[in-house]
């Protein structure tokens, strides 16, 4: 008598939710009481010249837009030759962790960045991403992928400026880094 093994087809599933398609991590949802919880946390901490209102989606990039890598050239798309100083432009930033962006001048005293981010790695970790602005004020940049736009005021004119992108708590080989989107406009 002859014995064989039957093997059963495992029923067909999907990817797990942890993983996306490509086989990259997927990204964590980010519950509406954890957005709540960081918009108060940034209101706290903004500097007196800067205001936040929560956007929600980024709106499509238009105009000159700086790509921006860490340890990377600098790459702009729809640029003119005047474009790389002046305000409004977009931005994009993919694995950074501290990183100068554009330099421009403002014609206006106060002006606006909206920008969104998202941890690359370490994901749902104790470090921050921030934006400086080199004419004054740092402010706390979730990383939960919503659109925030703050304004500062009481910017000087016809001064070069830029913003810093940076994460912190970065020791030992733990660099926390960040991908985003955003605009700069009045």
Not at 46 to 69: A, C, E, F, S, W
Request: proline fraction near 8%; aromatic fraction near 10%; hydrophobic fraction near 35%.
């Amino acid at each position: 008598m002859t014995t064989g093994l039957l093997l059963l087809a495992a029923p067909a599933q999907g990817a797990p939710k942890s993983e996306a398609v490509g086989g990259e991590p997927a990204k964590p949802a980010v519950s509406a009481a954890e957005i709540e919880a960081n918009n108060a946390a940034v209101w706290a901490s903004l500097p007196p010249n800067v205001t936040m209102r929560v956007v929600g989606k980024m709106p499509k990039l238009q105009g000159p837009i700086d790509h921006y890598t860490q340890n990377g050239p600098t790459v702009t798309t729809g640029v003119t030759p005047f474009a790389a100083s002046t305000i409004p432009y977009s931005f994009t930033f993919d694995g950074v962790w501290s990183l100068d962006g554009r330099d421009f001048k403002s014609t206006q005293t106060t002006f606006c960045k909206d920008i969104e981010a998202t941890w690359d790695f370490p994901q749902g970790s104790y470090h921050e991403f921030k934006v400086s602005l080199s004419a004054g004020g740092t402010i706390t940049v979730p990383t939960d992928g919503v659109t925030r736009t703050w304004c500062w005021s009481n910017v000087p004119t016809n001064t070069t400026m830029h913003f810093h992108y940076f994460s912190t708590g970065n020791t030992g080989g733990d660099i926390a880094k960040a991908s985003g989107s955003g605009s700069v406009h009045y």
